[in-house]
């Protein structure tokens, strides 16, 4: 069997539905010879069997259990076969084969480790979500999403160097992740694309955003409200990426900053908002952060 020019990788968590419009996007759509890899990440019932019935052609990997998102594609990682990884998120979908140029791209360069499309979002067609990101700051780990949630006119169509992918796409080649080590499950939920990242530059590699793609995304564009599961890992994985990844001075900094400064303030505000539940969580992240080893 020949060699696939191309492995995607996705994750599903109950979730089907959008996994089979994603699927179904690249069987219309997709140019080149690919495999489709879904890890069925500790859905409550077994979606793997309903996915390999619909879609007998993709490889379908049970997990039994939920092993987060970097968990679960680094499951995928170990059954794919070819030279570039496309990782991609199950509520996206695509409208075209311009990946293709992405491949290409690689296969051209090979200093690069990494490549995001532009990301739109779904709900309101020609609004960015993605044209690349901003660096994190030392102490505060702040970065932003360049051209979010601005209308997609043309002014983000050049690509340029970014110091992190996007976790809902990004192509990366398997040599980068020989060297950089795959995505590291300590995060579980966020932050571990960037972490990453980072390791992937440190590697020798460079990362792009590159507008020759486009991806959909189904993430909603209005601003809404955390989760308390979010405000848990969020708060978590800053202080666990800042003891990680930064420099002695500047991880002590970063990692007061965040415990006596951002964390009382956050709290303070869900409590007067009447989130409760969200301060519980930032707090429990706090602890969750103090206890890992």
């Not at 039994?64 to 794919?80: Q, V």
């Amino acid at each position: 069997m020949q060699q696939p020019e191309l492995s995607i990788i996705t994750v599903n968590y109950n979730g089907i539905a959008d996994t089979a419009e994603l699927i179904e996007s690249f069987q219309s759509h997709m140019t080149i010879s690919y495999e489709m890899i879904v890890v069925d990440n500790g859905s409550r019932e077994d979606e793997s069997g309903m996915l390999k019935k619909q879609f007998p052609y993709i490889k379908v990997i049970r997990s039994e259990t939920n092993r987060g998102f970097a968990g679960g594609n680094n499951l995928g990682i170990t059954h794919a076969s070819a030279d570039l990884l496309l990782f991609i998120n199950n509520d996206t979908y695509v409208k075209d084969d311009s990946l293709v140029h992405l491949l290409e791209r690689m296969n051209n360069e090979p200093s690069l480790g990494g490549i995001s499309p532009k990301i739109l979002f779904a709900d309101q067609e020609g609004l960015i979500q993605f044209a690349g990101y901003t660096p994190l700051s030392k102490i505060t780990l702040r970065n932003n999403l360049i051209g979010f949630r601005e209308p997609d006119v043309g002014q983000f169509d050049n690509s340029i160097y970014t110091p992190y992918l996007h976790g809902a796409a990004m192509l990366v080649r398997k040599e980068a992740v020989d060297k950089a080590g795959m995505m590291p499950e300590i995060y579980f939920l966020y932050y571990e694309e960037l972490d990453w990242s980072l390791h992937i530059r440190l590697a020798g590699y460079q990362l792009e955003y590159n507008p020759a793609a486009r991806v959909f995304h189904k993430e909603s564009s209005s601003v809404g409200q955390d989760s308390p599961l979010k405000a848990f890992y969020m708060t978590r994985n800053r202080l666990l990426f800042a003891k990680r990844n930064l420099p002695p001075f500047y991880r002590s900094l970063s990692i007061a900053y965040q415990l006596f400064l951002v964390l009382p303030k956050r709290v303070f505000k869900a409590l007067i908002t009447g989130k409760s539940d969200l301060a519980m969580a930032m707090i429990k992240g706090c602890f969750a952060f103090l206890r890992l080893q």
